[in-house]
Nanobody
Framework: QVQLVESGGGLVQPGGSLRISCAAS????????MYWFRQTPGKGLEWVSS????????YYADSVKGRFTVSRDNAKKTLYLQLNSLKSEDTAVYLC?????????WGQGTQVTVSS
């Protein structure tokens, strides 16, 4: 079955950096677009970034463009999100996602807290 497991979240100071990961299994990872979302109690669910399956073309929400970088290692079946120049408003649970055979799958999320 499809499984997505995020890791790497934590507490970081404003201006700091963090890299979070999403380990995928149960589907042909290299054949599918992958997505990062984030969720907060106040804003709800927000799309953060997408990465193409093959050529790796990337897309970002305006709120993170220039600060976050999405990447993937198809051999390791792992999705990454490098978060730089972090701000307090980036505090959220970050979730990876994939749509596989018309079903939307989500990981359990990893908490990123930006605070001094």
């Amino acid at each position: 079955q499809v499984q997505l497991v995020e890791s790497g979240g934590g507490l970081v100071q404003p201006g700091g950096s963090l890299r979070i990961s999403c380990a995928a299994s149960g589907f042909t990872f290299s054949a599918y677009w992958m997505y990062w979302f984030r969720q907060t109690p106040g804003k709800g669910l927000e799309w953060v970034s997408s990465i193409h399956a093959g050529v790796g073309k990337t897309y970002y929400a305006d709120s993170v463009k220039g600060r976050f970088t999405v990447s993937r290692d198809n051999a390791k079946k792992t999705l990454y999100l490098q978060l730089n120049s972090l701000k307090s408003e980036d505090t959220a649970v970050y979730l990876c996602s994939a749509v596989v055979r018309f079903q939307h799958y989500w990981g359990q999320g990893t908490q990123v807290t930006v605070s001094s």
